[in-house]
């Protein structure tokens, strides 16, 4: 049986659909299956409920306390950022009406907490590509580097009967020790060989992806700078998605579009990446293109 979680102002297909993460499939029962901390999640709203399925987990949702522990860091609450509250964080958004329009078509859409290896990874991979060329290119490097992980049997589904693994991404390990041609092999072209060299530096600690939460922002901005490969774009995504940092303000193709529509110097505020991700995802939407992610 799969636990229940009470969720308020959640919008979980707007949270995983939205483009800050690449892994998650949406089935046609309405159930979405991803890869969180290793294990093979499935997630499905109803309402003002979350069910949520994983290996091992069988018991319902304990009360989230005020320090993320090790274990919490690994439920939905954590990673989908349900313990925090998003009518505060809407509040300090510009009294904008394109910004307005697209909270309230999307509203209860959050910002994950993801883990920074696989997020900077997945974005470094995502330079000039299709949302459907990443997921590809994603899951092709986790099918070679990644551990296969088997998810719980699915509702209807007889004992015995195959399934199919998933897989977790690859460490920063498998990435370094991995050939240019290996990982050109997963359709990277010529990213391959800043993905492969961010991992290598990372591996022989140059730079600490773990300490980039407690840095000041435009700190930790300027140290995943120095990576080839990663320019302002990349850097804030990992930032926002996986580091906690708020403010960060990831601006592509579709973001420019999105602030031709507002006034110049616009101040978006304290939580100015979870505006960009509602504007991100609401001019996307307006505007379906093969543009790139």
Not at 15 to 37: I, K
Not at 109 to 129: H, Y
Not at 203 to 222: F, K, N, V
Request: glycine letters at 8%; aromatic letters at 10%; hydrophobic letters at 40%.
């Amino acid at each position: 049986m799969p636990a229940t979680i009470p969720v308020k102002d959640f919008n979980l297909a707007a949270t995983l659909e939205c483009g800050q993460a690449f892994r998650w499939s949406r089935g046609a029962d309405g159930w979405y299956t991803g890869v969180v901390g290793g294990e093979v999640w499935r997630l499905r709203q109803t309402g003002n409920s979350l069910e949520w399925e994983t290996e091992g987990h069988a018991s319902a949702w304990p009360p989230a306390g005020t320090t993320a522990t090790v274990a919490q860091k690994r439920d939905p609450p954590y990673y989908l950022s349900l313990d925090r509250d998003l009518s505060d964080i809407v509040a300090t958004f510009p009294d904008d009406p394109h910004l307005r329009a697209a909270v309230q078509k999307y509203w209860g859409l959050r910002v994950l907490r993801q883990e920074p290896w696989e997020t900077l990874a997945t974005f470094i991979a995502s330079s000039t590509k299709q949302i459907v060329q990443i997921r590809q290119i994603v899951e092709l490097l986790s099918q070679r580097f990644g551990r296969a992980r088997w998810p719980q049997r699915a509702a209807g589904q007889r004992r015995g009967e195959a399934t199919a693994p998933y897989h977790c991404f690859p460490t920063v390990e498998a990435i370094a020790r991995a050939s240019l041609p290996e990982l050109q092999a997963c359709k990277l072209g010529f990213r391959a060989k800043y993905l492969h060299a961010a991992a290598r530096r990372i591996d022989r600690g140059e730079i600490r992806l773990e300490a980039l939460p407690a840095m000041e922002y435009g700190r930790a901005l300027e140290e995943l700078l120095k990576l080839d490969g990663v320019g302002e774009k990349i850097a804030n995504c990992t930032l926002l998605f996986s580091c906690g940092h708020d403010e960060a303000f990831p601006v592509d193709v579709w973001m420019k579009r999105a602030l031709q529509r507002l006034p110049a110097g616009t101040d978006f505020g304290p939580y100015a990446g979870w505006a960009q991700q509602y504007l991100f995802y609401h001019e996307r939407n307006l505007r379906p293109s093969p543009l790139t992610a």
